[in-house]
């Protein structure tokens, strides 16, 4: 099959699914092709405004909430879907489709339900549309759609959500987490091995998570350091600009303090190994990603579409949700020194009901592809 995997360009939480999709499903043997969905509308305008008031929102976390909580109605939800079906992307669609000849779509974005779903109706075209919910717990209402050939959501709060605002069960699927080729491909070390690895201390270590766009203060930091905790801190990632100052005037002050920032790594995967506990913005790669080597997460600043979350670590207990930077050095200074929660946590990551596998997810987007395909277009597709 030829499949094509649509994403839009805010983050990297949405490309970075489409990719490990791609690659798994190359590696059953199909092909396929990652395209930005606003390329396929011919809307470069509509993918600047996207990508850069999301990176707005990023620097002020409190004002994403209440816009986007405000914006994600079923009202909205529908004149997307208006626009988008009275406009010129009814012919660029059109134009992107004959070219690439897709045999599947499978999108990465909730827009894939108010856009790529509408669109593909009103051209009547015999091919099924995949959404991927990438916020993992929850799904926007711009991303319900009834005609959606298949929602995938990874967890059971997030079907239950899904099918709360209107969302067939029947259309709903709980899949694995598709992890990047890197994760996929590696073996995980000990705590022990990785820090050797890595030539950090073999103490208490916290994997600070500035999230995609490397935004955030050292007031985390600052915490840490006031308190005098035999911790170390380490934050991957490429920061920002203001981030680079926080930092530089943290380390002018605190000259001992053993903070790591070896920038953009190709191996997160051992630093996840190295540490005790990720803590910061968690995008849902990123969270996934540390759950998936048991390691628990601190959440300190949740975005509208990650709301959910709190429900998700009440029932399963991996992580916390708290924006008081003072009570998150308590958590964590709570968890360090308490042998007794630290083997829960183990027990609860033995308990939980998630897959971290792209190759199963890639190979259920086939054997599905294959009784859509048969059922609703009468094609016989051979799923291997």
């Not at 709980?174 to 994760?183: A, M």
């Not at 609860?348 to 086939?366: H, R």
């Amino acid at each position: 099959m030829h499949i094509a995997l649509l994403y839009v360009d805010a983050g990297k939480g949405h490309i970075t699914p489409a990719r490990a999709l791609s690659d798994a499903l190359q590696r059953l043997g199909h092909t396929t092709v990652v395209e930005n969905l606003f390329a396929t509308v011919g809307s470069p305008m509509i993918n600047w405004i996207s990508k850069y008031n999301w990176r707005l929102q990023l620097h002020f976390p409190k004002m994403e909430t209440k816009v986007n909580a405000k914006s994600d109605t079923a009202a909205n939800a529908k004149r997307v879907r208006y626009v988008t079906t009275h406009s010129h992307a009814i012919k660029d669609f059109k134009i992107w489709f004959d070219q690439v000849k897709p045999d599947l779509i499978v999108v990465t974005h909730f827009l894939a339900a108010s856009m790529i779903q509408p669109l593909v109706d009103i051209l009547e075209l015999k091919v099924p549309v995949f959404e991927y919910a990438a916020d993992v717990v929850f799904t926007p209402n711009l991303g319900i759609n009834k005609n959606l050939d298949r929602l995938y959501i990874c967890t059971e709060i997030g079907k239950e959500l899904a099918i709360r605002a209107g969302q067939p069960e029947h259309t709903i699927r709980i899949c694995p987490f598709p992890l990047k080729t890197e994760l996929m491909q590696s073996k995980p070390l000990s705590k022990q091995e990785a820090r050797r690895k890595l030539g950090l201390k073999d103490c208490f270590t916290v994997l600070l998570n500035l999230g995609g766009e490397g935004i955030g203060t050292a007031d985390f930091l600052e915490e840490v350091a006031e308190r005098n905790l035999d911790w170390q801190v380490i934050t991957v990632g490429e920061l920002s600009g203001s981030t680079k100052v926080h930092y530089k005037l943290f380390k002018e002050k605190h000259p001992d303090f053993p903070l790591y920032t070896p920038g953009f790594v190709k191996n997160i995967q051992d630093y996840i190994c190295a540490c005790d506990v990720q803590a910061g913005k968690a995008g849902a790669n990123a969270l996934m990603e540390s759950l998936s080597l048991q390691r628990p997460f601190l959440i300190s600043s949740l975005l509208y579409s990650a709301w959910p979350t709190t429900i998700f670590f009440e029932r399963r207990k991996v992580g916390w949700v708290e924006n008081d930077v003072s009570k998150q050095v308590d958590i964590l200074q709570a968890y360090s020194s308490n042998q007794t929660e630290q083997q829960k946590m183990q027990q609860a990551f033995k308990d939980l009901p998630l897959v971290f596998d792209s190759d199963a997810f890639a190979k259920q987007i086939i054997a599905d592809a294959a009784e859509v395909m048969k059922l609703k277009f009468g094609i016989a597709v051979n799923p291997s």
